[in-house]
Nanobody, 127 residues
Framework: QVQLVESGGGSVQAGGSLTLSCAPSGRTFGTYAMGWFRQTPGTQREFVAGISKNGLNTNYANSATGRFTISKENEKNMAVLQMNSLQPEDTAVYYC????????????????????WGQGAQLTVSS
């Protein structure tokens, strides 16, 4: 099974920026549609951003629109989440997800559509 490894978590002050990266630790079986979710203690994961297999289509949660940017490098199957203007309410564990999509341009927003997950990266934003 594909194992995704995340990096780039940390602590920042409100208004700051942070970048998360995600890539498979070993062999992959194709090019993936990818997404980022976040979760706080006692809650289910919520969608943050997604990108299609070909990288041409993206989708963002309302809370991320205008502040976060998702991108990918298909040769390495790496996904990147650039987060700007961070606020305390962005504090969460961020999870990378990947799946082999039905179509090259589709973007998935439901966690149930994803097959592979990263270990989670903690982001803490202080006021």
């Amino acid at each position: 099974q594909v194992q995704l490894v995340e990096s780039g978590g940390g602590s920042v002050q409100a208004g700051g920026s942070l970048t998360l990266s995600c890539a498979p630790s070993g062999r992959t079986f194709g090019t993936y549609a990818m997404g980022w979710f976040r979760q706080t203690p006692g809650t289910q994961r919520e969608f943050v951003a997604g990108i299609s297999k070909n990288g041409l289509n993206t989708n963002y949660a309302n809370s991320a629109t205008g502040r976060f940017t998702i991108s990918k490098e298909n040769e390495k199957n790496m996904a990147v989440l650039q987060m700007n203007s961070l606020q305390p309410e962005d504090t969460a564990v961020y999870y990378c997800a990947a799946t082999l999509p039905l179509y090259i341009g589709i973007v998935y927003k439901d966690e149930k559509d994803y097959d592979y997950w990263g270990q989670g990266a903690q982001l803490t934003v202080s006021s």
